[in-house]
């Protein structure tokens, strides 16, 4: 249903850089790489997330109540993922663990990019 997520930043070098290392953790690459928009996907079909500066020209800012979420494939590439992104600069939203209840299988880490979007890293299923 998502093709694609865009976040803004205020700075390109820093942002790609941080994605660059990040979507390693789960095989995506580049898929577009331009001046003002980078995206990053595991699929030839989409499920991407891209940084981009603002079209408007404006300073980008981040969304209150807007999350982008990547989907791992197990419980410890959600672990790696959080901590490659803390490692990177990222800060803290909520340490990996699973959410929900005592019956659920969702577990996520919760973290802040560079800009302060906010990203969730996930996994729903059997440990």
Do not use: C, H, Q
């Not at 700075?11 to 995206?39: C, H, I, N, P, Q």
């Not at 197990?74 to 672990?79: G, H, I, L, P, Q």
């Amino acid at each position: 249903m998502l093709g694609y997520v865009s976040l803004g930043t205020n700075d390109m070098a820093k942002a790609t850089a941080f994605y660059d290392e990040l979507a390693k953790t789960v095989g995506a690459k580049r898929v577009w790489d331009s001046d003002s928009f980078v995206a990053w996907s595991n699929s030839p079909t989409g499920g991407g997330i891209s940084v981009t500066k603002p079209y408007d020209g404006e300073p980008a800012t981040v969304g209150n109540g807007v999350m982008a979420a990547i989907a791992a494939p197990d419980r410890a590439t959600v672990d790696k993922i959080y901590d490659k992104a803390i490692s990177l600069g990222a800060t803290d939203e909520g340490e990996p663990g699973l959410r929900g209840g005592d019956d659920s299988t969702f577990y996520a880490a919760y973290f802040r990019d560079l800009d302060g979007n906010k990203l969730n890293a996930f996994y729903m299923g059997p440990a």
